[in-house]
């Protein structure tokens, strides 16, 4: 028993002795965790400052290839392709287990190569499997701001958002081009790629472009931007389509000679 109680004197007093140190090193916890979170956030701001510089680099060396390759005069030259969704966000899924965001973006590669070898300049609002933007809390805003963002520092001629549609009735198929009702432009190259879906894609295709209202994307760019719904994931024969190799080729086939036809006329 005295034993016990030697050992429970001894550990009060070291206690007892040793506040200050307790006190000192919870203090030296808390700073070294708030410093932290300070610099993870000074290191975002810098992250997103050199992707800004590399952006406006590329820029300034793709402008300079389009006076020495003649595309000047181009009516639309620069070019914004925004595949749809990312991330957790996977958009609409397939009857077929397919994911909107997969399409999107694997449609939005072919359509940046094939508009790269022809001379435009031509940038991804994503080029990875990812949401955009910073906020934790509601991430579908902050994805679409940055978009947005992204989209008018390009100052592009032209947006082209890369989606797929789907339907409660599974008959349901065929891919329509969206525009901003009140634009002109957008009508007009809408329509054209309307023409030549069912010219290159699909000749049973019976469907118009349409004008809308209330998509963000559309309302706050500074250029002129078409949505297009390239078929129905909820249709089971356009659901395995959309994921064929072939199929999405003649998807971009479409999008290039639209722009291609443009430019021409």
């Not at 932290?36 to 956030?41: C, Q």
């Not at 991804?124 to 978009?147: A, F, I, Q």
């Not at 118009?208 to 719904?229: H, R």
């Amino acid at each position: 028993m005295k034993i016990l109680k030697k050992k429970r004197l001894a550990i009060q007093r070291f206690v007892n002795n040793n506040k200050l140190v307790c006190i000192v090193g919870l203090i030296f916890f808390i700073v070294a965790f708030w410093k932290s979170n300070y610099f993870m956030t000074k290191y975002n701001l810098k992250h997103n400052l050199i992707e800004e510089i590399i952006r406006n680099a590329e820029c300034s060396k793709n402008k300079i290839n389009d006076k020495l390759l003649g595309k000047k005069n181009r009516k639309i030259q620069t070019i914004v392709i925004d595949a749809g969704h990312g991330g957790y966000d996977s958009g609409k899924v397939g009857c077929n287990g397919a994911y909107e965001k997969d399409i999107n973006l694997n449609i939005s590669r072919k359509l940046f190569e094939t508009l790269q070898k022809q001379g435009y300049m031509v940038y991804m609002t994503r080029k990875n499997d990812e949401m955009l933007g910073n906020e934790n809390n509601n991430k579908k805003r902050s994805d679409m701001l940055e978009r947005v963002r992204f989209i008018n520092s390009c100052k592009p001629d032209i947006m082209i958002s890369i989606h797929q549609n789907s339907f409660t009735d599974c008959d349901v198929y065929g891919a329509q081009v969206f525009y901003l009702a009140v634009s002109k432009e957008g009508k007009n190259i809408s329509e054209l790629l309307q023409n030549n879906i069912v010219k290159i894609v699909d000749a049973t295709n019976k469907r118009k472009a349409k004008g809308s209202e209330g998509y963000y994307i559309l309302e706050n760019i500074n250029c002129t931007g078409i949505i297009v719904e390239c078929g129905f994931l909820s249709n089971k024969m356009e659901a395995d389509k959309l994921v064929d190799e072939m199929y999405q080729n003649k998807i971009v086939s479409a999008i290039v000679e639209t722009i291609e036809n443009y430019n021409e006329n």
